[in-house]
Every structure is written in C-alpha cells, then in structure tokens.
C-alpha cells in the first residue's frame, strides 16, 4: 500500500496549510499524522483521521474521504514548520507499517 | 511518564552485525505490541518491523526480512532487534514505537523513544 505526499508545502503565518496524502480507497481506512522537527522523533498531531491527542492545539485538524486524506493547520505559527508524514496500518498485508513520503511544511 | 529508551547503535561494516535495544518504562509493556521504526538520513520514516506481546505475530518490511529479528523480553520491559547482512542502505537513525489501537480500528504508534543512529560504512 502506498502512501503519496507533496514533498512541500509553503505558507505564511496566519495562513492555512493543507497537507494532502493520497492513497487507493484511503477514506475506508484510519489515517494518523505525525509532526517531525529536525534531529527529534515523530509526534502523533492528529489519530483517528480527525481527533487531537491532548496537547495539541485545535488549529491542527484532519479529514479522509475518497482517496484521499488532509491534515489542515489553521492560523500557522513559525513553530508549525516541520515535516509532516501520513500513516495507515494494512492489517491484510504481510508489510502492515506505512508511512506517506512526508511533506516539509515551511512558514514564510 | 511512559519513556523509550534505544540503545546498540554504531558504525559497523558491510555484511556485519549489531543488535539494538529499547528500554520501556512507565507503563505495563506487556499488552502492547512494539516497533522499530527507521529513517535514512535526509529521508523519510520507514517501518521496518512488529513484534505482538505474545511474539505469535511479527511482521517485516520486505527491505530488511531475512536479515533482520525483532524479539522482546516481557520480563526485561525490552524490546529487541538484531540485524545481520547489514548494507549501506541500512543506515538509519532507528526508533522503537509503541503500536497503540484506534477507537476506528486503526494502528498507530503513540510513543516514540529518541532513536539510535546505525552506520553501515568500510
């Protein structure tokens, strides 16, 4: 199962990002977003397609329909930049882990 | 405060070995299946393996199975991977992930340890 990506996206602050990740039939599955800064590990920002673990802040939200699945960033902030990655779990392939390619979201 | 710890990376040489470690602490690690997960430098995150608190189900990303053993000691709180034939492309900082169930149905890996960095150069 693959995972697509836009590898960037630009935004200013105050703004809205929308990070797309494109897969077959995507909507049927759970998708989870996870925000990475440099040198650090992955952080959950959005589970369950579109709920917010504790912590983080409401301007981050998600949507899955179709074949596609959006993280949406409201009011950007220059904390904001950092690269985001989409992730599914096939629980019918032998290779369940997916991640999306990652989108390096950058505040103007 | 749940923490993941990773250890055993290094700089090995093509075709050697090395063995990596993750310490689990502040919860019951019993119940939760864990994972590796690694990224290239420059690169995006890669899944590479999955262990069940039973050891009965492990998977493998198809880049490393043959090579690569995941295994854990409930015992210990610790999760393990020992990779063998290892490559150049197999340089990665490696992380360990707690797979977590979604209310959906869904996987997800809700803690993450800081990772440990493998370099596979002569």
């Known amino acids: 199962y693959v995972l697509t990506q836009p590898p960037s996206v630009s935004v200013a602050p105050g703004q809205t990002a929308r990070v797309t990740c494109g897969g077959d039939s995507i909507g049927s599955k759970s998708v989870y977003w996870y925000q990475q800064r440099p040198g650090q590990a992955p952080v959950l920002v959005v589970y369950?397609?579109?709920d917010r673990p504790s912590g983080i802040p409401e301007r981050f939200s998600g949507s899955n329909s179709g074949d596609t699945a959006t993280l949406t960033i409201g009011r950007v902030e220059p904390g904001d930049e950092a690269d985001y990655y989409c992730?599914?779990?096939?629980?019918?392939?032998?290779?369940?882990?997916?991640f999306g390619t990652g989108t390096k979201v950058t505040v103007l | 405060e749940v923490q993941l710890v990773e250890s055993g990376g290094g700089l090995v040489k093509p075709g050697g070995s090395l063995r990596l470690s993750c310490a689990a602490s502040g919860f019951n690690f019993n119940p939760y299946s864990m994972n590796w997960v690694r990224q290239a430098p420059g690169k995006g995150l890669e899944w590479v393996s999955s262990?069940?608190?039973?050891?009965?189900?492990?998977y493998y990303a198809d880049s490393v199975k043959g090579r690569f053993t995941i295994s854990r000691d409930n015992a210990k709180n610790s999760l393990y991977l020992l990779m063998n034939s290892l490559r150049a492309e197999d340089t990665a900082v490696y992380f360990c992930?707690?797979?977590?169930?979604?209310?959906?149905?869904?996987?997800?890996?809700?803690?993450w340890g800081q990772g440990t960095l493998v370099t596979v150069s002569s």
């Open positions: 992930a707690r797979l977590r169930q979604g209310i959906k149905g869904g996987y997800y890996f809700d803690y």
């Open positions: 262990i069940d608190p039973s050891t009965h189900y492990i």
């Open positions: 369950d397609d579109s």
């Open positions: 992730q599914v779990w096939d629980s019918s392939s032998e290779h369940p882990g997916v």
